[in-house]
Nanobody
């Protein structure tokens, strides 16, 4: 029912910034919790951040807290991930996903985007 398309990835130097976008289509985008995950080569998919449908609550992994900001614009059917002070360890494919309930585990998310590559050089 929901299609998600990420964009905004790229190559940046350590300390730089990127803003990822996730455009959603389908029924009732505003009713979904939206999350960002990332996966580095040969590693497990890792929770990054999530935001409630009303944007009243946000949650972050400890590894990105204070550096990344998740936001959403329900009128535009879009969720964002502003990434500042990027580190080489942030290098991964970043995925947006939607869920009916607030969660930090990938198994709780029903719909996923195709992913966008973020590479941070030292």
């Amino acid at each position: 029912q929901v299609q998600l398309v990420e964009s905004g990835g790229g190559l940046v130097q350590a300390g730089g910034s990127l803003r990822l976008s996730c455009a959603a289509s389908g029924r009732s985008f505003s009713s979904y919790v939206m999350g960002w995950f990332r996966q580095a080569p040969e590693k497990e998919r890792e929770f990054v951040a999530a935001i409630s449908w009303s944007a009243s609550r946000t949650y972050y992994a400890n590894s990105v807290k204070g550096r990344f900001t998740i936001s959403r614009d329900n009128a535009k059917n879009t969720v964002y991930l502003q990434m500042n002070s990027l580190k080489p360890e942030d290098t991964a494919v970043y995925y947006c996903a939607s869920a009916k309930v607030l969660a930090s585990t990938s198994g709780m998310y029903d719909y996923w985007g195709q992913g966008t590559q973020v590479t941070v050089s030292s």
